[in-house]
């Protein structure tokens, strides 16, 4: 009983328009409270995008450094193998970035064509030649995250475990 006392005088401390909400009616809305206005103007400001991944491409083809080295490592094992990577030619189209060039891997080079995503740093690489001296079968593609720094080598078979290329910047042109 002491908490049915408890619960009515609670309820009478309650404000008139609280009280007068019945089971199915409407609850009048208030834009003057601060919750509304801190979620009104978190909606106004956070939906307008400022990157312009378009100027990005424009940059990124003026600004990319045009050679690039490092390592490839099959997950299989092995040894890794020292890789050259040369930008010839970079294209922006969009918030896309069309790249051509060769790449050394070990002592092979094959011409390569790849996109990276200018809004996302997404990579996609293509080898053009000849690359199974190196483990490395045709209808395979690098893909990175990172553009050039980390890429998975994703094997057109199931029987290829792929592998890891690893690159670092070394010459602006």
């Given at each position: 009983m002491p908490l049915l006392a408890s619960l009515s005088l609670l309820a009478a401390a309650l404000p008139a328009q609280a009280q007068a909400i019945k089971p199915g009616a409407m609850v009048p809305f208030d834009p003057t409270g601060a919750?509304?206005?801190?979620?009104l103007q978190a909606v106004q400001t956070d939906t307008v995008e400022q990157f312009d991944p378009v100027a990005r491409a424009k940059a990124l083809a003026k600004d990319l450094p045009?050679?690039?080295s490092g390592t490839y490592l099959a997950n299989a094992g092995g040894s890794p193998l020292n890789v050259r990577l040369d930008l010839a030619a970079l294209n922006p189209i969009g918030q896309m970035l069309v790249i051509r060039g060769t790449?050394?891997?070990g002592s092979?080079?094959?011409p390569f064509q790849g996109n990276i995503n200018a809004k996302s740093d997404q990579l996609?690489?293509?080898?053009l030649g000849d690359t199974t001296a190196v483990g490395l079968e045709p209808g395979g593609v690098f893909q990175g995250?990172?553009?050039?720094?980390?890429?998975?080598?994703?094997?057109?078979?199931?029987?290829?475990?792929?592998?890891?290329?690893?690159l670092?910047?070394?010459?602006r042109r």
């Open positions: 919750a509304v206005r801190s979620q045009r050679r690039w790449m050394t891997i092979l080079t094959t996609d690489l293509l080898l995250l990172q553009t050039f720094q980390l890429s998975d080598w994703e094997s057109p078979r199931l029987t290829n475990a792929g592998g890891k290329l690893q670092t910047a070394t010459a």
